[in-house]
């Protein structure tokens, strides 16, 4: 059973960059078929997709976003990253890592990011 | 970008009476290979969104039949024949057609 936990700091201040990684277990990150994925949820709020990555390190970002995103793979750590850069009050959320097969079928426990000085 | 919208957004239910969540999409859900890539999500209090249905009626492993999905083109609902008080959170559709996935506003269940 593939399980994905998300990890980072828990405070970041403004304008500085926000990194965090998620760590897959139970199952292979270059199991081809997959995208790995980043999703948010600022608090009391709705569900707002971030990017993903494929195993060959191939990336997309939702275009809110992507002036300010970095993902990355490493396949030998079973694992990937997201970077976000010149943070804001704004970034404060909950970011999620999941599996993607045209549905996010597989999601960590999340990890709360707090942006503040 | 694809929009989805839920209604309602907050669902005041009592105990063991259905619930219907509706779903539309601002354009159609069908991809190349012939399946509608539309999903629904629960988040209980506290929790990570977890899969109820994937492509519109296919419920996942371990949810309940009272879950069901139904719909095509750009409506879609997602039915709860008799609410249980585990069904209390928030209820997400999500289309897995088009990049960049986008998800419902969220429609809050309640038990009045």
């Known amino acids: 059973q593939v399980q994905l936990q998300e990890s980072g700091p828990g405070l970041v201040k403004p304008s500085q960059t926000l990194s965090l990684t998620c760590a897959v277990s139970g199952g292979s990150i270059s199991s081809g078929g997959y995208s790995w994925n980043w999703i948010r949820q600022p608090p009391g709020k709705g569900l707002e997709w971030i990017g993903y990555?494929?195993?060959?390190?191939?990336?997309y970002y939702n275009p809110s976003l992507k002036s300010r995103v970095t993902m990355s793979i490493d396949t030998s750590e079973n694992q990937f990253s997201l970077r976000l850069n010149s943070v804001t009050a704004a970034d404060t959320a909950v970011y999620y890592c999941?599996?993607?097969?045209?549905?996010?079928?597989?999601w960590g426990q999340g990890t709360m990011v707090t942006v503040s000085s | 970008d694809v929009v989805m919208t839920q209604s309602p957004l907050s669902l005041p239910v009592t105990l063991g009476q259905p619930a219907s969540i509706s779903c539309r999409s601002s354009?159609?859900?069908?991809?190349?290979?012939?399946?509608?890539?539309l999903n629904w999500f629960q988040q209980r209090p506290g929790q990570s969104p977890r899969r109820l249905i994937y492509?519109?009626?296919n419920r996942d492993s371990g949810v309940p039949d009272r879950f069901s999905g139904s719909g095509s083109g750009t409506d879609f609902t997602l039915k709860i024949s008799r609410v249980e008080a585990e069904d209390v959170g928030v209820y997400y559709c999500m289309q897995g057609t088009y990049w960049p996935r986008t998800f419902g506003q969220g429609t809050k269940v309640e038990i009045k």
């Open positions: 990555i494929y195993h060959t390190g191939s990336t």
């Open positions: 354009q159609g859900l069908v991809y190349s290979d012939g399946n509608t890539y």
């Open positions: 999941a599996r993607d097969v045209r549905s996010f079928d597989i």
């Open positions: 492509k519109v009626s």
